[in-house]
């Protein structure tokens, strides 16, 4: 039987193949797929298109039947690489209410959670380096 994950594999154009790797995954690793792209405003202050999404950032709902909605980012699943955001549920039949599951792809960040150093740090380091060669 073949191995299921290698840190090896660079790259397929097959669907597949890219569905087997993200499946197969670690944590660790399929967590860094987990990206959102930031909003304009954003992408401005922190010189990056996208961010990985974390717990109690704003997001906006790009695609779907929800589009256009935006909240807080309540829960992610990393086994499943699935979000949650507070207030957009659907009702079951016994009338409880369960939260929606978004693929972080189709959700686009308005505002980022600054309470972690580590992540602004992160951020700030690329913008810092993106002005240094724009000076040369």
């Known amino acids: 039987m073949k191995q299921k994950f290698s840190n090896k594999w660079n790259s397929s154009k097959q669907p597949r193949k890219q569905r087997k790797y993200l499946a197969n995954a670690p944590i660790h690793i399929g967590r860094k797929a ?4 930031l909003s304009k405003e954003l992408r401005k202050k922190y ?14 709902i790009m695609r779907g039947e929800h589009f256009g909605k935006q ?12 979000v949650a955001i507070e207030n957009i549920q659907k009702t079951k039949k016994d009338g409880t209410k369960v939260n929606i599951w978004f693929h972080a792809s189709k959700l686009m960040i308005i505002n980022l959670y600054n309470d972690d150093k580590k992540r602004l740090k992160k951020n700030l380091n690329s913008e810092e380096k993106k002005n240094v060669h724009d000076k040369k």
Do not use: C, F, H, P
């Open 71 to 82: 909240g807080k980012v309540a829960a992610i699943n990393k086994r499943k690489m699935k």
């Open 34 to 37: 987990l990206v959102a792209t």
């Open 47 to 60: 010189g990056r298109r996208n961010i990985e999404i974390r717990k109690n950032d704003e997001a906006k």
